[in-house]
């Protein structure tokens, strides 16, 4: 099993965005030093407490200070931007960081970002599905273009001229492009069967029930079969809040209460999700009212905290749950307390994969 990070990021509101842009700039070189094999770094255009309203340009501002690590979009939200635009900026960064690039693309859930571009009462994931084939023809194709469909319009006909390059957009570094992955949020994801039938891979959300984690795993091999493949479960990244410290009442105190920054997130998050009718991602039964849900009672559920001995353990018996999995995503949060927050990223990659990896049976997998 490798182990990646994901950072949605959220802080609250009331921080200096200045401040929270270089801790988590921060988090993604430490996670470079320590190991972690890959890193994805969500965006959204309407919220000061997830303020990098850009993963990609975030994504740069990293490349040439990491060395190892392979830095992903989690997610373009396609249905925010043009697809000429994203075909452009993907393939630069890819080329920036030459190749070390994955692709986590979805049509981006935030509610007030769709009210703010005018796309709210618009179909997003038909959006997402015709934005996603235009950047792929883009990047298959040969200008000047001449893509129509109902929400996009790429052309550079009028204009072109090819011999100086003007109106050809750039193909990415890999070929014939980076690895896509796809988040996976919903109970019994179908958009998992579909991505899979493409040949892009799931990332499993960190917050899900573990109940519903391993739907994903099941919808991922539908959708290979239906194409003549087979599943890998290297394939499947999975991501679970972690908090792993030296001492066990500290480790408790910071990942299950409001003094740390995990009863922020979940309280944050259920908030979101309530509003937008996705709270039965946190429920065994969708009879369950809303107004039951808490941060108090989510945290102790959705979080693996302890000490090392005791994180490696709650690991294996998530694995034994949900199934096998390739990577493993620490989502990092905010650093309420930075010397803890590094501490849990360093046990994490050099005390508690190492030992769970022993424990499965095999060597720590190469990035």
Not at 94 to 105: N, S
Not at 166 to 192: C, M
Not at 207 to 231: I, N
Not at 334 to 357: F, G, H, I, T, Y
Request: net charge neutral; hydrophobic share 45%; glycine share 8%.
């Amino acid at each position: 099993m490798r182990l990646g990070t994901f950072m949605m990021p959220l802080h609250p509101a009331t921080r200096n965005a200045w401040e929270t842009l270089a801790e988590d700039r921060e988090a993604i070189l430490l996670a470079d030093r320590l190991g972690y094999c890959e890193a994805l770094v969500g965006e959204h255009i309407t919220d000061l407490s997830e303020n990098v309203t850009s993963s990609l340009m975030f994504l740069a501002s990293v490349a040439h200070e990491t060395r190892r690590i392979v830095l992903g979009s989690g997610t373009v939200n396609m249905a925010s931007s043009h697809p000429a635009t994203i075909a452009a900026q993907v393939a630069m960064l890819d080329h920036i960081l030459r190749g070390r690039f994955l692709m986590g693309v979805s049509p981006g859930a935030l509610a007030s970002d769709a009210e703010a571009l005018g796309n709210l009462a618009k179909d997003r994931n038909e959006m997402f599905l015709e934005s996603i084939n235009m950047v792929l023809a883009i990047w298959q194709g040969e200008a000047p273009y001449r893509l129509s469909g109902k929400h996009y319009t790429v052309t550079t006909e009028k204009t072109a001229i090819l011999d100086i390059g003007q109106g050809a957009i750039l193909k990415p570094y890999q070929k014939p492009h980076p690895p896509i992955v796809v988040t996976a949020v919903a109970p019994g994801s179908k958009g998992v069967t579909e991505a899979a039938k493409r040949g892009w891979t799931p990332l499993s959300a960190n917050f899900l029930l573990p109940q519903w984690v391993g739907t994903h795993w099941r919808g991922y091999v539908e959708g290979r079969a239906a194409v003549g493949a087979k599943a890998d479960p290297s394939d499947w990244r999975v991501a679970k809040s972690i908090f792993v410290a030296d001492d066990d009442k500290v480790a408790k105190r910071y990942a299950h209460t409001p003094e740390g920054p995990y009863h922020f997130y979940y309280n944050q998050l259920l908030r979101k999700l309530i509003f937008v009718n996705r709270a039965n991602v946190f429920k065994l039964d969708p009879r369950e009212p809303d107004e039951s849900l808490s941060a108090d009672a989510l945290t102790p559920k959705l979080v693996i905290a302890g000490t090392v001995n005791s994180v490696v353990d709650q690991i294996l018996a998530f694995r034994e749950q949900v199934g096998d999995f390739g990577t493993l995503y620490y989502p990092c949060h905010d650093w309420v307390d930075p010397a803890l927050a590094k501490r849990s990223m360093q046990l994490m990659a050099e005390e508690v994969m190492p030992r769970v990896n022993a424990a499965i049976g095999v060597g720590l997998p190469p990035c």
